[in-house]
């Protein structure tokens, strides 16, 4: 089975400080995504990559970087934590072909105070 | 820009009872639809994933189809149980890029 794991499930920080969220998935899959979902939006996707080095924006991405420098890991930088980016926050994974699903991580709850 | 809505928010049946939730999209040029399962206060798991070619997917219990015209998508799950209940999302592929536009999810509660 694919594993894509999420380092923390919850995570308390305070305003301003950089925070990293690590994401590793198993499987060698190409395509790799951070989303955020807050109560009654559903899932915002923050940026993606598709491959080592590569990132694209997502549709929220301020505030937000990434890093890959490894196919099997894809992080999440706050560089200055604010308290509306208190969110649960899902890492996901997939091959490049369209018609493969997407796997998800179990989710970092983050608490912004 | 591609939304995605599904109504109704939360929904309480009794087991037994057949499930029917939907999906609706703004953009019919969608390249597949994926629904998805969330237990509370975890991940997705993907269930069934329709190319915009197909009109329906069927596993074990569940059965989704797709009508890209209109726009719209309906997840049925035969003979709810109450293992069920869980928060099920559709996600929509659009056919330009690998970004999904989510619903925000129809909440389901099988009753005993």
């Known amino acids: 089975d694919v594993k894509v794991t999420q380092s923390s499930r919850y995570l308390v920080k305070r305003t301003g400080e950089k925070v990293f969220l690590e994401c590793v998935q198993d499987?060698?899959?190409?395509?790799m995504f951070w989303y955020r979902q807050d109560p009654g939006l559903g899932l915002r996707l923050i940026y993606f990559?598709?491959?080592?080095?590569?990132?694209e924006k997502g549709d929220i991405p301020e505030g937000y970087s990434v890093s890959r420098e490894k196919k099997e890991r894809f992080s999440l930088i706050l560089e200055s934590a604010s308290t509306n980016q208190t969110s649960m926050y899902l890492c996901?994974?997939?091959?490049?072909?369209?018609?493969?699903?997407?796997?998800f991580g179990s989710g970092t709850q983050l608490s912004v105070l | 820009k591609q939304e995605v809505t599904q109504i109704p928010a939360a929904l309480s049946v009794p087991e037994g009872e057949n499930l029917v939730l939907n999906c609706s999209f703004t953009?019919?040029?969608?390249?597949?639809l994926q629904w998805f399962r969330q237990d509370p206060g975890k991940g997705l798991t993907s269930l069934l994933l329709?190319?915009?070619?197909?009109r329906e997917q069927t596993s074990g219990r569940l059965n989704a189809s797709l009508d890209k015209s209109s726009g719209r998508s309906t997840l049925y799950i035969a003979a709810s149980q109450p293992g069920d209940s869980a928060t099920y999302l559709c996600?929509?592929?659009?056919?330009?890029?690998?970004?999904?536009?989510f619903g925000a999810g129809t909440t389901v509660t099988v009753r005993a």
């Open positions: 329709i190319q915009s070619s197909q």
């Open positions: 990559s598709y491959d080592v080095k590569m990132k």
């Open positions: 953009d019919s040029a969608i390249y597949n």
């Open positions: 499987m060698d899959h190409e395509n």
């Open positions: 996901a994974s997939s091959y490049p072909d369209r018609i493969e699903k997407l796997f």
């Open positions: 996600a929509v592929d659009k056919s330009n890029d690998y970004k999904l536009s």
